[in-house]
């Protein structure tokens, strides 16, 4: 069976890469992904300036998943850039890398997306409007009225190929609207999804939350959040235009996880938690898993069941 996964008229070897805030952070993780078996690799969201984020501990593993309040720790939009500028010279036949960012107000947005339209760059750009974590600002993908505006502006000037990051949406009531707004414009992909929002996790012994910032509350991740993140890639996929693809995130850990991901509609698929955990290794394991599954089943291309979800 071929993993072979064609976006935006380039062919991925497989549909895996990381999702963003995991193992990239910096030119050595960055490396480590780029040399890895995912097929690409996103860069941390950046913002204009190096931010260090929220104080420590900020990321907790748990038993079925995690739970993090990182505050956008980031070098800046700079390192990045350079990064993935950098990239594309030394290897101009490699795969297209992704590139996202993460202001904190619309004008910083419309800043860096004006600065990645003037430079070479000429991988995906991803807009970052679900960050959970950053005391004081609520998440923009949550305002509806926000959205159109930030898409409005942008695209009265970037023409390079764009996706969002959402957040997950929890009612029939917000997959519609939400969907009705992203269709009227330009948009390759939406990413589904970011962390579920402002969960508690609970040390009983210690009686006590496992994370500092915003008094224990954080976005979680992995085995709990696949049910909902399924949910949203099945929601958008059934109702976006077909030119808009869909990027799944949120718990894929298996071979399995990955192949329920297609049957709803995903085109590339993200791992956060279970990479967190496992270190760059963790996309031979996925991948070896899904070919099995396939194989097992009897098809060849992914294409030959991506989106063919049945129901009852
Ligand atoms: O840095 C973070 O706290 C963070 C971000 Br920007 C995000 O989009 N999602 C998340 O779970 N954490």
Known sequence: ASLATTFLNHTYENPFMNASGVHCKDTKELNELDN?????FITKSSTSLKREGNPEPRYFSVPLGSINSMGLPNEGFNYYLKYVIDRQQRMPKGNPAFFSVAGMSVDENLKMLKAVQDSDFNGVTE????????PGKPQVAYDFDLLGEILQKVFEFFTKPLGVKLPPYFDFAHFDTAASILNRFPLVYVNCINSIGNGL?????????????KNGFGGLGGEYIKPTALANVRAFYTRLNPSIKIIGTGGIRTGGDAFEHLL????????????????????DRIERELKEIMEKKGYTSIEQFRGKLRTL
């Open 264 to 283: 709803c509609g995903a085109t590339m698929l993200q791992v956060g938690t279970e990479l967190y955990k496992e270190g760059v290794s963790v996309f």
């Open 201 to 213: 996790y609970i040390d009983i012994e210690k009686e006590s939350v496992v994370i500092k910032p």
């Open 36 to 40: 890895s078996k995912s097929s690409t």
């Open 127 to 134: 807009l970052n409007l679900s960050c959970p974590n950053v």
